[in-house]
């Protein structure tokens, strides 16, 4: 931890920034504990919403580049996301990506199986907790007597900050493990920052560090952690419970696994992988105990919204991105394929 | 075989013909395209095709790649079951396909669009059917134009319409 | 069998005419190995072997009108005892499915009368399937009382089963009924001629022809010692009972073979009496035949032993 | 870093020039990025073809090499070599498939054929750029050979190799080594007898120092590969304690137990339980069949026991299990003959007088059951009349498409003996005569002058059911004489059906086992149909005779010698290259989650539970990838067929339906869309 008295006269100015995300980012920063006073006295706090009042303004008359470091959370949702996210990257040295949302789209990102149509439908006309018999739906622009009302531009397409504006450095995990913010701190602190565009973590899996017996795999059936009591000590996956860990970044310390639940692959998946959920898809497949399809079926009705379990978090940044958006009828919604697809048992013939 | 006008199957194809990556496997499949081959069998030039050593090689990222970067479907090829040159990758194929299929779905990719079929060195006309029914399958869902929903700000390749004449295509059609 | 299986019947004209002994022993021996028969309301011709020939589009309408009624019954089978009725039945049944624009003609057709049947909604099987297939040998062993030890039998498939080709069954040379009469007790043949053509209809067009047929049968028939053939067919019992003496006088032959339906000698192996069998419904008496039952055949005294010099017969 | 990549379309004469624009192919592939040459040429394989590709590497300094010609499985070796000529690796070199794969199937259209041919050639040079220098394994060949099958074929290829020099384990599932050919009494067209000349090479086997006689044996387990195979056999027991046996024959003179002897006999004849199958057997011990033994199925009798004058019979004899290593494998196998009771109207089982062809052999053999007499089958009655049936099972739909090539001589074999030692009327009824080859026809018209009845049609019934007089007692063969156009019926005493060569009813198992490819009817793969008959698929594992399609003696021996001479290269090598085409773990960044451990299908994984990583042991290694594509931490290296080389070769394939070309990072927004 570099010493108080090292710290140069001017202090380094430091942002935090909150797009689309729950807030957990914000929080999993004061998990540093009592480090955050070291925060405090080696940088100057130039924004963070979440903790003090600031205005855009005060940032937009910063010279740019004039902020050091920016910990930017939060996925790309709507326009203000996006006019931020171009904002905060002319103002900062060095911009990281801070949590699931911002690295890799997060759980907002699970937004892109569906469509902005689909979205307001729901949350202002079907929800089962709405009530707004007037059907009113948010509008960019409102007039009212005291004058324009307006709100962001709510996108179809959730994206990652690398996807709006380029990113120095990746901080995955929802929220990231205090010893990463730790790490990052004390990197850039002590100027010994990794080669630009490096996530700061490890590059195995989560079963680098989980403590579970793992032998070979033979899944015969797939079991929601209520169905039922693992065994504490054996490999959850080899238990029938569906476990990202295989495929996710390590870094947390496996605390789902510890704890019976399968990992839910926040960290993202590993260095260097393109697609997460295709890595998911590809091993979990391998070591299906069936080789007809009718077998092979039968398991995967044990699995219920397989898209959900792999791109967990990483859709936005994932190769798949989004759903598929239909453009019959001119205009575009995401589509639902209610085809059966199962395999066709002739092709085993 | 006389050129086969694809608006036919469904205007939204425009002058475009449907696009198929075939994933072969290195010892039947693509040696009975060889042999389809050696033997003039006509068949669609939908479809354009990457040896694999075995279908067990298939990484379903390889799937989702071509999907992304503008195939229309995939069609992965292997030996049949029990015949795998390398004695069973070709059911890890029929596994991962399973899964991915259903995973696909949920991203309005039609399972139809992904197929999975085999074809052992001596089938070149198993081969032909294949790629024949293949092409027919994709023919009838259109194309899939995953792809531009999110690169559209980047110009197409000149052979191709723009999204928008598509759409108009479309709502005449 | 706890509760008995359900299936549509469809007796066909024939039953309720010459072969009216071949369905109520059907009937009545299903009822004994508990297969609960629920006859097609308001069913009609299916159209006999010549319709088909005549008018496709008209004959196939007509028998998926039967299809179409019997598959409102509660049933997923739809069984037959006619031969002919079975091979229309399956035959429609069959290329409706496969022909598209069949199903769509036959449906049309069907619409005026309100009612549309979907190809493959019922499985269309021949009784005897059912017997052999649901129910088993051993089930069947086990309701015999009387055996017909001491009778032999010619089984005549007729040559309509067996087209199109019935799966499992090879339809060069079955042996189901063979098997079926051998668990009855009764001696059987190896009949040549199980499958041949009995004439059909030819017998209205040229009896040189169809008299010819027959008198093959026959023949070969007693050529293997047959007490009775036993048929699973209208058709083919009509003609070789009825003409027999018709063939007879025309061929100069002396011809004596009762013929008889297989659920007749069924109901009399599961006891029966001859009244309950409709016996005597046919033209030649099986009486004759029917004494032997229970009388030891002389091959059971001595037994045939193979001649040392013999090479060895392959294993069957 | 940039390369230089080298395209090279062949015209391959009219076969790609003529459907696909090899001039413009080659100009638009310059075009393409990192592409340094494009050239077209009309034969790229022809010595010139291949200098203009060395010239090209060492003036203009190339690093990568596509050639757009045919299929990598006819030239990829050559066009490797000759870069590895002008100093490049040979694993950055690609080929793009545009005869096989374009000009060949889309000769509709030279539009779609240079369409296609176009993306197979973007997506090469898109691969090659990602390919590594590679160096592939060297591996030393072991001399010794194991011949499966102990027919004229095994023996021939295990004698070639022995007389070479080298070490021959010959294995045989039967007792006895000669297969179908020590069944037969003469051989066709020379009549020669079979024995006479089959016998000597037996025996030699049998005494040859280099020769490794196994026999009563099978293959359970096959591993390795080219050069270094371990082979798992089972020798079951024969009970016999072959060191103090002396093939006496008191054994089973004494025997009680006779059985049919379905196996040497064909069914035609007895043996007892302890039985040598036939007296010029090599081995000269006999085997305790113990199905039919009687001290087996009820505890006593070991007559056999008592009457042994040295005491060899040992029925606690084990099975024993014996690993072997060998440098080669040649696969013999044989075939079977087609069971006639499967076309139920030929009556065979039901009508005695039917037989199968190899009945028949038996019954015509000097040796067999009848002592050569052409009799019926109640032992005394001599045929009048001989009906003989082809393409039984053979160039029939419903069984064998394929005509079983021996059949035909093998009826007029035959009806010339029938002839010969009965007079009886002899009727063929063939579809086609087929007689291709060195004397055969002459064969042919030697029968026809002799008498012998051609009817040509297939056989539609054989049945004892008399219809006319004439009739009665005979065997009635129902067939359409389409010469005559007339359907016939031809009473006769007796009927050889000329059943189908078929492959042996395991061969699907047993190409699985030796990793090599069956055809659809069950017969083992060559490499190629013309160019290399005898290979397969899988280096170091070669076929002969009947395994591979129907075949008489000449064309099996000829194989078996081929077979061994392609065996022979191989230890005269010494040593062969293996491709490096092989999977490795990056250990440093393995998790040990070990889904791919039970995956791969030789082993060839091992988990190393220290410090809790797998391991591929390059060795076993096959290169399928089946792991590399599961891993799920994406850190096992597939090389040649890399992440990276796909992906790469994905985007080339779809070059011009590409979105963005890889800039995937501006993303259509949709606020200004109808509402």
Redesign the interface.
Known sequence: MAKVQDQPTVKPKLALYWASSCGGCDIAVLAIQEKILDVAAAFDLVLWPCVMDFKKRDIEALADGEIDVCLFNGAIRNADNEEWAHLLRRKSKTLVAYGSCAVEGGIPGLANFTDRQQVTQFVYHDSPSTVNPAGVEPQTLTLVDEGELTLPEFWTTVQTLDQVVPVDYYLPGCPPEAKWTIAAVEAILGGKLPAPGSVIGMDVTVCDECQRKRSEKSIKHFYRPYEIIPDPEVCLLEQGLFCAGIATRAGCGALCPQVNMGCRGCYGPNEGVVDGGARLISAIASVLDADTPEAIDAILDTLPDPAGYFYRFSLPGSLMRRARLARDNGHRAAVLVTDSTRLDPHLAE | MPKRDYSLDNPAWGTRRPVIVGFLCNWCSYRAADLAGISRMGYPSTLRDIRIMCTGRLDPTFVIKALREGADGALVMGCHPGQCHYDAGNYKAMRRMALLRRTLAQFGVHPDRIQLAWASAAQGTLFTETVFKMTNAIARLGPLEWHDTIDELVPRAPAMPSAETLVEEASHG | MSQSRQYAYYPGCSMRATAHAYDRTARRVSEMLDLSLQEIEDWNCCGATEYMSISALQAYSLVARNLSLAATQNATDLVSPCSACYLNLRKTNDNMKKYPDLNDQVNQALAAGGISYTPGALRVRHLLDVIVEDVGFDAVAALVKQPLKGMKVAPYYGCLIVRPSVDGY?T??PTHLDKLMQTLGAGVV?F??KTHCCGGHMTQISEETAFELIR?IL??AA?YGADAIVTLCPMCQLNLDAYQPQVNAMFGTRFNIPILFFTQLMGLAFGLTFDEAEIGSEIIPALAALGKIGQESPEQVAPKRR?????????? | MDEKIGVYVCHCGHNIAGTVDVEGLSKWASTLPDVAVARDYRFMCSSLGQELVEKDIKELGLTRVVVAACSPHMHEPTFRRACERAGLNRYLFEMANIREHASWVHQHSIESATDKAKSLVSGAVRRVKELKPLEPFMVDINPTTLVVGGGIAGINAALEIANAGHAVYLLEREPSIGGHMAQFDKTFPTLDCAACILTPKMFDVGNHPNITLMTYSEVEQVDGYVGNFKVRVRQKARKINTDLCTGCGDCWEKCPAKVVDQVYEAGLGYRTAIYRPFPQAVPKYPVIDMESCIYYQKGTCKACEKFCPTGAIDFEQEDKVLELNVGNIVLATGYELFDPRRISPYGYGRLANVFTSLEFERMLNASGPTGGKVILRDGETQPKSVAIVHCVGSRDKNHNVYCSATCCMAALKFGHLVKERTGAEVYSFYIDIRTSAKNYEEFYHRLLDEGMNFVRGRVAEITDAARQPGEEGKLVVQVEDTLLGKQRRIPVDMVILMGAMEPRRDAVDTAHRFGIGCSEAGFFTEKHPKLDPVATMTDGVFIAGACQGPKDIPDSVGQGAAAAARVLTLIGQGRVEIEPVRANIDEARCSGCRICNNLCPYGAIDFIEEPGVSRVNPALCKGCGTCVAACPSQIITGQHFTFESIMAQIEGVLFDVRAGNGQSHTVEQLPLEPA
């Open positions: 090879d060069e040379y190896d040549p001629l093959r023949h070969n050529d001649d040392k010099k013999a090479l060895p017969m392959p294993i069957p």
